[in-house]
């Protein structure tokens, strides 16, 4: 079941785009309309085996066609297909994949008459720009990019090939983003970075004239938010992926290949390298280094730079391993406090 | 005092909204120009006691029209009115209700001119689209729903009746709403869920062609943002209130009448049952179900399941009487390390 | 370097705005065309000396012009400038000021044509209305205040003189902002505060009918919301700086020049003093008060009054220097049993 959109696969359609290693049964169903777990899956639905231990749930599934690992032991019952392919996940990502384009496909090239586009824009022919977008004088729009509705793109700012700006997506002036870039409603590139200085009792402003450079395969979650540098740039790296509502401060670089899971904030000047993992909520402090591939646990508070491969947790951080050991014996120190008056008790006795 | 806005309420007008069992005394003002606490109101003001540590300002208080309990023992001073009510603050809310549609009359139905409805899209003639709203094909608003300004409504979306969609608002593609649903400004329902596939060093998009489903009854506060799941739907129970800048994760799903405070993250996956409340920026794992009722504090970090009932706190989260006895012992440790020192002090002299 | 943007300063131009007391050498470069930090800068690019710290790279660095302050003893190299001022950081912020203007001029005066203004919204002359902003009736804008692009202001709402409103900005009907106001994109002003009463198994609304007042000088960033209160009003004072994505729930008023870092979350009805500082990720109860000057840790969970000047850390927060002490404490946990375990051996042997 898939909600209210309607699909429609047949067998041979969907046989072309995962190309299975060998086909067993004949689905009874002409058509596939929807796609749904195992246990959830009824007639003219396909589902799909990923994970071992819902391997028992095949024989009883009601799916017309399952996608199943190439080791896989049973047979469909009457009327169902079963597909063997390598990885049912990534058979299913391509399928998926084809259906995100039947549901989204993308409007002909062209500027919608509502948008607002500045004289001295450059806006390449085969893009796509929505309804009430504004694109102010300098800006370079990429080609075969998608400006969904009601986006910002500021004076010089660059968008590259490839790219898909959600409703509402704000990019600033003189920011820069890559190609096959995917920028979910609400995100909001080259905001100002949180910088004053404490001057007779007031805050005064340190003007933030760098900008922000997105590189090519990133993908950024819905009111997400990337500060301007004070100068030179904020940078997130080639292939990393950030969920939404995370704040990236402001001179923040992110390595390629990073993963930054939703409500994560970094504070300005701080470096992640390559292949990062932050789980939900995590705070980073300013001016430190995350090390290459270190795993950083949820709602963890980074205090200090982290060694390449470290896994961290709790707040402040420490080593994984050390912190769980220490949550257990938290939950003894009644236990401790017990055994400690008892030998204080019998020591005052003797 | 009420901030700028101008109203004007004869007592008359007062007693017909909220039905007094009795009134004592007369206000010497005709007409009521504010809503203030007990001690910060002034003459042409009305105030309330909802809360029974305030009533010794009762008898302090210079407005001139007061909600009070039908148990009251006090009397109106001269020139002041008391309005005795089963409960002053229910009272109240009817009063704030007719203010509020004085201050946010809803135009007009219609569609605003400089808005952009794509041919396909079916607006109920009783509805009211603001200026500058995108509504693209196959979307469908229903009757008296109110969609402000700036709203996006993506391709074949569903909103149903008596709804409003405050600035900004991006409900995305195939996305359904309910029926007096609010959603405040910059919500976004119906974002790409956060998920990859790791394949040869970089992180393969799984593309996320789900829904989100609203149900009815359901508030929403600003800037929150609701992804639509990988398939089948991420889901909010009827009458669920959800604060601000509160991220839900793909397939998840919320029951009904839970309350969600600002700042909270539930990762993919997750199950609330009905009439849970998630207290300010907590964090809740994926994958995971927590049980009708469960009560869950500010910051805490939920890691697993969470029992029908129960109250949990901290992270990781354990039983909340069981958290605070802990956090009273974790101050005393100082005091526990001199006492394990001087034992041993005496265990090597004796 | 400054990341793509063009700037051209000649050193003429830079004297005149830094007003250094001394000046030696001569730059090679008549053109500086970027700002970088010492270590980074090369041929026609100014660095500067803030911090004592990096004093060793000044003679490294390849700057053409440098910022330093009046006791550094070293001289520039050949094709060099030195220019000795004061404060090198307010001296570079005057240069960023300068950059701030020329890379977003403000543009002329005037309603730009695809704005949707209501009759009876007064907007003054010398203010400038982007694009495809919508202002609602009986609305003020103030002089010289720029509303960037796609920005809305709701009916009875009041901005005052030199503001500048990025794109995506909503201030919701009735609430107030004052003169050279900051607002990034995607601020919401004026959403409705989380209030409801549980009757009869649902959670029934509390309208709110309050607003939300800022004042002079206040900077607020990308995607923050502000509640507004449920009678009277929500506040944020003068001078106070708000990072990205806080919420201030209703009722909450902040003191003037406070400091809140991204990620804050401050509930109901709760009073900040003037000159507190919240670090990133803090959450704060609703209904208490943080005294004047208090310091925050990142992360900490406030859950009662803080006494003004107190440094506060953790959650449940502590004074910073115990809840330090109770950390290292805590990291001794795994000793402390082994202590106990041999002090109840030699007990039960002796």
């Not at 409007?107 to 720009?129: E, F, L, M, R």
């Not at 300098?138 to 500021?154: K, M, N, P, R």
């Not at 992110?254 to 300005?268: D, F, L």
Request: hydrophobic letters at 45%.
């Amino acid at each position: 079941m898939l909600g209210p959109m309607q699909i429609a696969f047949t067998l041979e359609e969907i046989t072309g785009l995962v190309q299975p290693r060998r086909v067993a049964g004949t689905s009874a169903e002409a058509t596939i309309r929807g796609i749904a777990s195992l246990n959830k899956a009824g007639p003219g639905d396909l589902s799909f085996l990923s994970n071992k231990k819902y391997r028992a749930e095949v024989g009883k599934t009601r799916a017309s066609v399952v996608l199943v690992p190439l080791d896989f032991a049973g047979s469909p019952a009457p009327g169902q297909s079963f597909l063997f392919v390598e990885q049912p996940s990534v058979a299913l990502g391509r399928l998926c994949a084809r259906l995100e384009q039947a549901l989204w496909p993308k409007p002909a090239p062209g500027v919608h008459p509502s948008a607002s586009v500045a004289a001295g824009a450059a806006i390449d022919p085969t893009a796509t720009i929505g309804p009430l977008c504004v694109i102010e004088a300098g800006a370079t729009i990429g080609a075969g990019t998608h400006l969904q509705a009601q986006v910002f793109v500021g004076r010089a700012a660059v968008i590259g090939a490839a790219c898909w700006l959600m409703a509402g997506v704000v990019v600033a002036a003189e920011c820069t983003v890559g190609s096959r870039v995917r920028l979910h409603p609400g995100v909001v590139i080259g905001s100002d970075g949180f910088g004053y200085e404490f001057v007779a009792g007031r805050h005064e402003k340190i003007p933030q004239v760098g900008t922000v450079i997105i590189d090519d395969d990133v993908e950024i979650g819905a009111n997400t938010t990337l500060d301007r540098s004070r100068f030179s740039f904020t940078r997130v790296g080639e292939g990393t992926k950030i969920d939404n509502l995370v704040q990236i401060g402001h001179n923040v670089v992110i390595g390629r290949h990073c993963m930054i899971c939703a409500q994560v904030g970094i504070a300005g000047s701080t470096t992640l390298e390559d292949y990062v993992v932050l789980g939900g909520q995590v705070g980073v402090i300013g001016h430190i280094t995350i090390g290459q591939g270190a795993m950083i646990g949820a709602q963890t508070g980074i205090g200090h730079d982290v060694p390449p491969g470290a896994a961290m947790w709790g707040t402040p951080a420490l080593p994984h391993t050390q912190e769980q050991r220490l949550f257990i014996l938290r939950q003894k120190l009644p236990e401790l406090f017990k055994r400690v008056s008892a030998l204080e008790e019998k020591d005052s006795i003797s």
